[in-house]
């Protein structure tokens, strides 16, 4: 298997996953939230992605296959009260607005990406938490295992989702 992953400039900064005796390409933006902007398979571009929009980095983006995280859509007036306390989750919460941590294993198989809470996160969702996406092209198509871990001893209510957008 001949797969090569590496980092390149153009036409954004992104990390570029090529999978050349499946001829598949995706490429991958973990500075904004962990997003998949590109996946190719024999030339045939399936995923939409805007990028005039995208380099308007106060608009969200809009293609791609977004991280939805902790919630997906939104919540009445984007509040979300718990133990007598009010926070303030925008539609589809926060993932995809966060740097991800991008790692790829020795054996090359797979891309991981990870988010882990924060300061900031828990200022609008107050649970530690950590989410791994590991990502793979297969024959024909892309596999994404995905794994949360509450890193606290309460029960965590969450939502998760992926936003992809299909070039149709």
């Known amino acids: 298997m001949s797969v090569n992953i590496s980092r390149q400039e153009y036409p954004y900064p992104h990390w570029e996953y090529l999978d050349v005796d499946r001829k598949q390409r995706l490429r991958i933006v973990p500075d904004r939230g962990g997003l998949i902007t590109q996946w190719s398979v024999n030339e045939r571009e399936i995923l939409y992605f805007d990028l005039e929009r995208f380099n308007q980095k106060d608009l969200t983006v809009r293609g791609g296959i977004p991280i939805l995280f902790p ?10 009260k718990f133990n007598n306390c009010e926070y ?8 995809r607005d966060y740097p991800w941590e991008l790692s790829i294993p020795e054996n090359r198989s797979c891309v991981r990406l990870t988010l882990n809470s924060n300061d900031e996160t828990k200022e609008k969702y107050p649970y530690s938490f950590a989410i791994d996406l590991d990502i793979l092209l297969g024959k024909n198509s892309i596999n994404i295992s995905i794994n949360i871990i509450n890193k606290d001893e309460v029960l965590m209510p969450f939502s998760f989702g992926l936003h992809p957008y299909f070039n149709v």
């Open 88 to 95: 303030f989750l925008s539609q589809h919460g926060f993932a």
């Open 71 to 80: 919630i997906c859509g939104d919540l009445p007036g984007n509040s979300l």
